[in-house]
């Protein structure tokens, strides 16, 4: 489930690319960029929760981004999610399939991406968004809007549920806002981050869950301290 940051550099890419663009032409390696990534962090923070229960994480992704605007790439994840009883409820691993446009007018960027999340170990968790995020002036806005379905089959469930979220940075600060909106009312809930980018490669994030609908989630609005290191090549 996602790493809401991991197509921050792609998109920028396509975003500065798009600028220069002159019109939508067909891939070709001369106007095309691949990159990757990898990294680790001390948890996996996830639109303010926990995912991997305390343990750390290692992902990384490849990304390919075409002077048009044009971007895809596959981004992966160790996981440790766990359902009401404890037990691991995706597999301990998570691959994201993601394609997208991006661009800016002046200050104003844009981008438009589909992302399919997979669980290769607990499929019944697969699930699928739209998203369209755009940006001014140090500020941004997201909306994550659940499509399909989660799960396959015939013991496949609607996918009804949202995600935004509000953000500002500065400099090497940032703060963000985060929305769920699920379907059943009584789950939604409210996050706020903190981040710091000490470097390019290293950065630290504080989380809180400042309201939520569902009184189960009480363990999960303990602060959340993240500690994360990544390279990109």
């Known amino acids: 489930m996602k790493h809401v940051s991991k197509m921050k550099k792609t998109v920028l890419a396509a975003t500065v690319a798009a600028t220069a663009a002159t019109g939508l032409i067909a891939p070709s390696m001369a106007a095309a960029e691949v990159s990757g990534n990898v990294g680790v962090a001390n948890i996996y923070l996830w639109r303010g929760q926990d995912l991997s229960a305390g343990n750390a994480q290692v992902f990384g992704g490849l990304d390919y981004a075409h002077s048009s605007g044009l971007y895809a790439g596959v981004w992966g994840s160790s996981e440790n999610d766990s359902d009401a009883d404890g037990d691991a409820s995706t597999g301990g691993m998570e691959y994201d399939l993601y394609a997208g446009y991006g661009g800016a007018v002046g200050d104003f960027s844009y981008d438009l991406s589909f992302v399919d999340y997979n669980y290769p170990n607990a499929t019944d968790a697969d699930f699928q968004e739209v998203v369209a995020a755009f940006g001014l002036a140090g500020f941004s806005a997201a909306a994550y809007i659940g499509v399909g379905d989660y799960g396959h089959g015939s013991s496949a469930v609607d996918n009804k549920d949202n995600y935004y979220n509000l953000g500002y940075s500065y400099d090497q600060f940032g703060i963000n806002v985060g ?55």
Request: proline share 0%; no cysteine.
């Open 179 to 233: 929305y769920f909106d699920f379907d059943a009312d009584s789950s939604d809930y409210t996050h706020v981050d903190l981040t710091y980018a000490m470097t390019d490669e290293l950065g630290f994030t504080v989380s809180k869950i400042v309201d939520s609908d569902d009184d189960n989630m009480d363990d999960a609005n303990d602060t959340l301290f993240v500690v994360s290191y990544a390279l990109s090549f």
